[in-house]
């Protein structure tokens, strides 16, 4: 009888093989199969998503430079800041920078300078500082700032950027 069960195995075997494809009426079922699922819309996650804040920084106030000194820096720092993101308003702001500008007696190479420029909150917290120093022509700094002013401000941006940057990245200002 094993061998009659045998045979007949192998006859069905052949029968159904030579028959096509199976039907499978449920083959979906229980499968991630997109013909199984209806497609489903896309929809918003209701929490809003984060908002970069663009920072803002107040610049205090620029005193005691001869020629146009205070006001060419006051418009270069300006614009080199806000070229570099950082928003500059009158009141208020992120952070407060505050031009800290000395001028030593002339030699015969030039007006010697240098200046700081103290960040801090609105508070009055500190955050940093950015430092430069130079030297420029005795008849540069009694006149026209020009060239000079759009130099001084160009360093000093990089500077006061890289602390506010600094400040804020660590949440020391938050």
Do not use: Y
Not at 36 to 52: H, I, L, S
């Amino acid at each position: 009888m094993t061998s009659h069960r045998v045979a007949l195995a192998v006859a069905l075997t052949m029968m159904i093989t030579s028959c096509g494809t199976i039907p499978q009426p449920f083959r979906h079922q229980g499968r991630a199969d997109p013909l199984a699922r209806p497609q489903m819309e896309q929809t918003e996650p209701d929490e809003p998503q984060p908002v970069t804040k663009r920072l803002t920084a107040r610049l205090g106030t620029f005193a005691g430079l001869p020629g146009d000194g205070n006001q060419a820096l006051l418009r270069a720092l300006k614009g080199a800041l806000e070229r570099r993101g950082l928003l500059v308003v009158g009141e208020g702001g992120d952070v407060v920078v505050t031009p800290i500008l000395r001028l030593e007696a002339a030699t015969a190479d030039g007006v010697p300078m240098s200046f700081t420029w103290a960040v801090t909150t609105i508070d009055g917290l500190a955050l940093g500082q950015a430092q430069q120093k130079g030297s420029a022509p005795l008849s540069q700094i009694n006149g026209n700032w020009g060239r000079l002013a759009r130099d001084i401000a160009e360093g000093g941006a990089d500077g006061i950027v890289q602390v506010v940057q600094s400040a804020f990245t660590k949440g020391r200002a938050d």
